[in-house]
């Protein structure tokens, strides 16, 4: 069951490079930096990221990112993976999947071990923004 709205974040691209392109399918590696809240606490993420297109248009992803609270004394990891499209010329969207897991006692430690579904978007400029729910 889905359930609540919480992480909300803003960010953009940092880096992108080819990672493969055997059989003539590209992997490329997307990197980037974003900010935002986890119920309320604020954060700063590093994310990476690769996709690789998939028949029928879709683009299959899996990534890893490290979240700090804002004052530097909790972090916060998880992987994930997703399916995208492109919307438009330019601009991406993912959703998928993250798990988190964390050694926090804070105001983040509510993330150990939760599974999230995202909502992933990027643009052509590079200004990205993603929501995550809580799956229970």
């Known amino acids: 069951m889905l359930g609540d709205l919480i992480s909300e974040e803003k960010g953009k691209i940092t880096s992108q490079r080819v990672l493969d392109v055997e059989g003539g399918e590209p992997k490329i590696e997307t990197s980037f930096s974003a900010t935002g809240t986890y119920r ?16 029928g248009g879709a683009i299959y992803g899996e ?5 700090m609270s804002k004052d530097g ?3 916060v990891t998880w992987t994930g993976q997703g399916i995208g ?3 438009s010329p330019g601009k991406t969207r993912f959703t998928g999947s993250l798990l988190y897991s ?7 430690a509510f993330l150990n071990n939760l599974v999230g579904v995202f ?9 990205t923004s993603a929501k995550v729910w809580e799956w229970m």
């Open 40 to 55: 309320g606490v604020e954060t700063t993420a590093t994310v990476t990221y690769w996709g690789t297109p998939r028949l």
């Open 63 to 67: 990534g890893q990112a490290v979240l």
């Open 73 to 75: 004394q909790e972090m």
């Open 85 to 87: 499209r492109f919307t």
């Open 102 to 108: 964390t050694s926090s006692t804070g105001k983040l």
């Open 119 to 127: 909502e992933y978007e990027t643009d052509e400029s590079g200004t």
